[in-house]
């Protein structure tokens, strides 16, 4: 049974830093494209980041770019966001997923972790 | 950047058919995938690359793509199909994953 278990959530200052962790088990996690998928309270489904089998490649959207790095540990089946200066925009659940592809589905979700960026 | 265009809501009554519509430039060039998500639940894909079910999702769940608009009909609807429901698609020009706004399936 594929389960992507997400930790590290939780209440930050703006400006403050932030570290998701993402643990995989029941399939090949080298093999597959990995992304972060967040949420706002109320709002709809927006895609964070991706990284490569290899982590040889990642891409972000516009609004983080400079700001979080997503990374990978295939030897551990870890994904991580790291998330610096953030922002109150940046509250939401952030849910861990694996993409079947560049031009595949999100096809398996971790059940979320929330992040509150406030004073 | 790419836009994808969701109805906010759909209304249908039990036993009925839902037609929920994604409009995109071009979408019929790209493949669709189609998530349903519960309150407090994770999202949960039920068709990937325009009209294919993953193994678990009921034969009445569907999907088409063509021209500007990509459709989840939703066959002989229930009261457990009450969820959101996202199109998103990968544009390849500006390498982004994109979600539409999402839609609120009512069942009346």
């Known amino acids: 049974e594929v389960q992507l278990v997400e930790s590290g959530g939780g209440l930050v200052q703006p400006g403050g830093s932030l570290r998701l962790s993402c643990a995989a088990s029941?399939?090949?996690?080298?093999?597959?494209?990995m992304s972060w998928v967040r949420q706002a309270p109320g709002k709809g489904l927006e895609w964070v980041a991706n990284?490569?089998?290899?982590?040889?490649?990642?891409y972000y959207v516009d609004s983080v770019k400079g700001r979080f790095t997503i990374s990978r540990d295939n030897a551990k089946n870890s994904l991580y966001l790291q998330m610096n200066s953030l922002r109150a925009e940046d509250t939401a659940v952030y849910y861990c997923?694996?993409?079947?592809?560049?031009?595949?589905?999100?096809?398996?979700w971790g059940q979320g972790t929330l992040v509150t960026v406030s004073s | 950047s790419y836009v994808l265009t969701q109805p906010p809501s759909v209304s249908v009554a039990p036993g009925k058919t839902a037609r929920i519509t994604c409009g995109g430039n071009?979408?019929?060039?790209?493949?669709v995938h189609w998530y349903q998500q519960k309150p407090g639940q994770a999202p949960v894909l039920v068709i990937y690359?325009?009209?294919d079910r993953p193994s678990g999702i009921p034969e009445r769940f569907s999907g088409s793509n063509s021209g500007n608009t990509a459709t989840l009909t939703i066959s002989r609807v229930e009261a457990g199909d009450e969820a959101d429901y996202y199109c998103?698609?990968?544009?390849?020009?500006?390498?982004?994953?994109?979600f539409g706004g999402g839609t609120k399936l009512t069942v009346l």
């Open positions: 690359y325009d009209s």
């Open positions: 997923s694996s993409l079947g592809g560049e031009s595949g589905p999100f096809d398996y």
């Open positions: 029941g399939f090949t996690f080298s093999s597959y494209w």
């Open positions: 990284i490569k089998q290899d982590g040889s490649e990642k």
């Open positions: 998103q698609v990968w544009d390849s020009s500006s390498d982004r994953w994109v």
């Open positions: 071009n979408i019929g060039s790209k493949s």
